[in-house]
């Protein structure tokens, strides 16, 4: 698992996504109690580098082009993105939220028991089979990020020939409380696929999660899709 962690943080410190830009469609279904779909909404957003980072500009919602309204509101969001990287970059500190933190490989690390359970092929690559526990006792917990992590278990794919990961599925075990506990998170599975666009370097091309989610005495459920639908590699020039 080291070696596996030591490449994806290799590929972080290259910054290889960097290095693309991409189409993402993404799909959130509502579903009733009997896992009917009752609304459907989709979007398509632009993901490319940009102040050194990752940035998903919104282009379309539900198959149409963005109206005047939501055009500016877009402009605005890239704005604060980029003034946030400056100001955050200028103080060499991360901003952390409760809900969007950055959780570093070798945290995570910390945070599982992981073990290798076999070995199987996938998309034709031969891989280890690893499956992973939440380690026992106390473990850190100041967001709702992680008391997600602390309650998931599931397994990953790992390549055998450059320990690159294929994919990684988890199931959340125990329910997950958060806003001052008037919502629970009852359950939650997901999928995360990779693929190699290069030699060692492995990026996502599919994201699936479901969620169940009781607000008072709501419940939702919820089926979102993410698909990288268009990876394209970028000059120098315009990667920097």
């Excluded at 410190?13 to 959130?28: F, K, P």
């Excluded at 952390?96 to 992981?114: G, K, M, P, S, W």
């Excluded at 060692?200 to 709501?218: C, H």
Aim: charged share 40%; proline share 3%.
């Amino acid at each position: 698992m080291q070696r596996v962690v030591d490449r994806v943080v290799d590929q972080e410190e290259r910054g290889a996504e960097l290095q693309y830009e991409s189409r993402i469609v993404t799909q959130v279904d509502t579903l009733d109690k009997e896992g009917e779909v009752t609304k459907t909404e989709t979007t398509l957003h632009r993901r490319y580098p940009l102040e050194g980072e990752l940035y998903e500009e919104l282009i379309e919602r539900d198959g149409e082009p963005l109206d005047a309204r939501a055009r500016r509101e877009e402009r605005e969001r890239r704005e604060d993105f980029i003034r946030e990287v400056r100001e955050r970059n200028e103080d060499d500190d991360p901003i952390e939220t409760n809900d969007e933190r950055q959780i570093e490989v070798d945290e995570l690390l910390e945070r599982f028991e992981a073990s290798i359970t076999g070995v199987d092929t996938l998309d034709g690559e031969e891989c280890w089979v690893v499956e992973f526990v939440p380690r026992a006792g106390k473990l850190p917990e100041k967001t709702r990020l992680d008391g997600m992590l602390n309650r998931s278990s599931g397994r990953l794919y790992v390549s055998r020939s450059d320990y690159g990961v294929l994919f990684v599925e988890f199931q959340i075990q125990k329910p997950t409380r958060y806003f001052w506990g008037l919502a629970t998170l009852r359950n939650a599975a997901g999928r995360l696929e990779f693929e190699r666009v290069e030699t060692d370097v492995w990026l996502p091309r599919r994201f699936t999660f479901s969620t169940n989610v009781r607000i008072l005495w709501r419940t939702t459920r919820r089926q979102i899709v993410r698909e990288w639908v268009l990876r394209d590699r970028l000059d120098s020039a315009a990667a920097d």
